[in-house]
């Protein structure tokens, strides 16, 4: 029987304030709800763990829906008759942010919303569809509803993580999935001796039992509505919390592992984008008889991008062979992820947290996403003797543009993607380009404004990098549907000693007075789930560390001023204000030391000469540089159009690169110099 899909297109209504952009004229949204009916024998869905317990309708269909967002240009025809996928990150709306540099939205709506029009302007047909099963309504997500798996009609139970990290004094509570906008588990017993909750203050300390009499299954009701009188608290138990009466201890790291129940079956994740979007491809009218939202044959091509948890996700997507519809045909032309490191996606498991980020050095460290196979390209695993790929369905396989920040180097194995797990180069096929985003890291929003360090010991990563996003995307449709190849691979090589081992990064990095620098890369040591593992089922929890078992992890190379040698740089890293790294340090109280999260680190240089004598900086200061602003302003000016000429930039963007550099780039740039003026614009 073949898989069913029902659009329900609940509203229409003009976007932009109507506003008519160029070539393509008004946009209009479209929100509404999809429902998918999936046939759990068919061989398509081989593989999807726990479909085959998932309840049926009369069938025999598996039903599931999610919500759907599309902007397109009212005339179809005056589009450039391309689609391109948002992947919502945690069920966030994050293209026009990162394309268009427009202000984050998971509602937009208003001219405003459209940031500088880029995919407008292109004529493309922006779709967000709801992947993700195991987040909660609120702030505008997109929510996909998964059925939950049984044992004919008995609940199925196993071990479930989660990890808890208090980020302030005074934090009691958290919900069992470690987020309030995910789903958690439910406990089946409630009585702490019946779980395990440890606490340890680095990732690879030795765990500290905590005495199941601290805490307890439980939630807190807060009663804000009596008149003249303290807030009233009540507690309650819960199946679905965590309650420790004394507080979590700020930046030590809690994991319990407990027996949940109900298991989701997320890996439909995967179907319903292969369905939504080959339907809105090649459909004509759904299962209800209603026509294509889109307009029958208005789509020629279809792209995919998504970052950082999406990245993984279009990774897995590729390597489990969703890009195949049931008619053997494409799914997506081209895909491109971003800062995905190495990762893959734990959401076909059961009991599976896709919300949950992969492995950090700190944070959620013994996640499952980081595991073989790391490339597009074939290769072995010394370890475990397998050989696999992420790219392996030549027919179907799409072209891949991969790009990453200084920080997946860092923090998410980033260098996997292109070596072997012995440490050695490997190429890619000709369809994939990797890109290194030098000195930027993870979350590069482009409307940053002021530098922060939050509870980071140096100010986090101003380097912007949206423009490099709309260049690859042109590359990508040029590559698609001319054939004309984009710019090589621009990646770190251990060949050319540009990619290091951390010991070598030591002796290169510049001793910068005050600066604590990282006591190594996020190690990535072979990890034992169990013998039910690639079923997509954990025996083991926590997973056992498999001892002198670990895949080597390098990092980019950097010269005198801290800064990556190989890869893109961004106009504002070939003329740099500061050193720009991947990676930042926790401070004091929120564990110190190890490095947080996905933020990265901006230094600023001396301002002068006389700075840099007085605090032992060994880095040309500002004024040495470029002498006044104006020189700052032309040495901007000249990297925007070398990296236009190399295929990296759009030209419209050199104008955007030279105005965000007037007046030393303040304020995103902490420069202070009282003998500058502004230059004349």
Known sequence: MKNRIKIKITERISFADGHKFEKTGP???????????????????????????????????????????????????????????????RGNKRALQFFNDAPASNDPVSLDHAGNGFLMRRGYTIVWGAWEGDLLPGDGRMILQVPVATDNGTPITGLVRSEFIADRPGITCFPLSGRATTRSYPAVSLDPRDAKLTMRRYAEDDPIPVPPESWMFARIERDMGIINQEEQTGLVPSDTHIYMPGGFTPGWIYELVYTGRDPLVLGLGHVVVRELVSFLRYGTKDSAGQANPLGEGTIEKAYAWGRSQAGRCIRDFLWRGFNADASGRKVFDGVLPHVSGAGLMWMNQRFASVVSPAGQQYENHYNYADHFPFSYAWSTDHHTGKRDAILKRPDTDPFVIHTQSSTEYWQRRGSLVHTDTGGNDLPQPETVRLYLWSSSQHFADPNTRLPERGVCQNYANIVQTSMLFRAMLDVMDRWVTEGIPPPPSRIPTRNDGTLVSYEQWLKQFPNIPGVAIPQGVNRLPLLDFGQRAEAGIF????????????????????????????????????????????????????????????????????????????????????????????GYLKAVEAAARKLVAEGFMLEEDVDRAVEAAFDWGRPLHDVRLPIESEPKR
């Open 27 to 89: 946009y209009e949204r479209l929100t509404g709800r999809v429902y998918y009916e999936i046939d759990p024998r068919a061989c398509a869905e081989e593989g999807i763990v726990d479909i085959d317990k998932a309840p049926i309708n009369a069938e025999g269909l598996v039903k599931c829906a999610g919500d759907i967002f599309i902007l397109k240009p009212v005339d179809m025809a005056c589009g450039n008759r391309r689609l391109l996928f948002g992947y919502g990150n």
């Open 539 to 630: 025996d083991k929890e926590p997973p056992e560390v498999i001892p002198d078992k670990e895949y080597p992890v390098f990092v980019p190379a950097v010269d005198e001023d801290g800064i990556e040698l190989s890869g893109v740089r961004a106009p504002m890293v070939q003329a740099p204000l500061g050193t720009y790294t991947g990676w930042n340090l926790r401070s004091r109280g929120f564990g110190t030391g190890a490095m947080h999260l996905f933020t990265g680190s901006y230094i600023p240089l001396p301002d002068t000469p006389q700075e840099r004598k007085a605090t032992g900086d060994p880095r040309l200061s500002v004024i040495e540089r470029y002498k006044d602003a104006s």
